[in-house]
């Protein structure tokens, strides 16, 4: 393949091959995107937020020897990234009741769950990316057992990590979702960390939480934006 060529062009990212088999660029785009249906809305500069905070998560996690895509960022909206075969699995990790898990299980939003919870969804659209066991993912061939308990380890250590790191900017991580893949045999965290794949809620003086604090869905997302980068980029370390 040529320096550049485009690999695959989805709604929110293209990829591109670089100049090394092994490697390919991630060009973030400014497109709206839905978290657990909720709309985060498209705005100028968006994919250059995007990928601004996931290259300090990014950096943040292979500090603690997390295994990840992640490379570098060369541009506002480009970062150089391993080349993965996905695993066609998507992980959504859930602190705190909000969202869709309410809706299932009657919960009250804000309620501090006791563990978190890994649930796993095939990424398939057609099939409107139905919630899976892990024993469905071997028994079908989307990944092996082996994959599997490693990529629950993963996730697990990556929530670790992560509440830390947004409990001391004041803020709440109540639910994500990440992506794996395979690079040279092992499996190995990728995709994107960001606004658009993960619900963060503010907390005020007196430490409760302030759910609607953060809107996505309309003008203001953009405002709601350059709060959570000021938070984590003004403040990373």
Aim: proline share 3%.
């Amino acid at each position: 393949m040529t320096d550049r060529q485009i690999i695959y062009d989805g709604r929110t990212k293209q990829v591109l091959q670089a100049d090394n088999n092994d490697v390919v660029i991630l060009k973030f785009k400014d497109s709206e995107a839905q978290y657990e249906g909720e709309k985060r809305a498209k705005f100028k500069a968006k994919g250059a937020m995007r990928l601004t905070l996931s290259n300090v998560i990014f950096e943040y996690l292979n500090s603690y020897n997390i295994p990840t895509h992640w490379d570098t960022a060369i541009n506002d909206t480009e970062a150089r990234v391993k080349k993965l075969d996905m695993v066609p699995i998507s992980v959504h990790i859930r602190n705190i009741a909000a969202g869709t898990i309410c809706e299932r299980f009657h919960l009250e939003p804000g309620t501090a769950l006791k563990y978190p919870v890994l649930e796993y969804y095939l990424k398939n659209a057609d099939l409107g990316h139905p919630m899976i066991s892990e024993s469905h993912a071997y028994a079908f061939g989307y990944a092996t057992p082996e994959e599997m308990k490693h990529i629950s380890r993963l996730s697990s250590k990556v929530n670790a990590v992560l509440k830390a790191y947004m409990d001391r900017r004041k803020l709440k991580l109540v639910d994500y979702r990440l992506e794996f893949g395979r690079s040279k045999g092992q499996i190995i965290l990728g995709d994107e960390i960001s606004p658009d794949n993960v619900r963060l809620w503010s907390v005020d003086a007196s430490g409760s939480f302030k759910p609607n604090h953060f809107n996505f869905e309309n003008s203001k997302a953009a405002k709601s934006y350059k709060e959570i980068m000021t938070l984590l980029v003004a403040n990373r370390g």
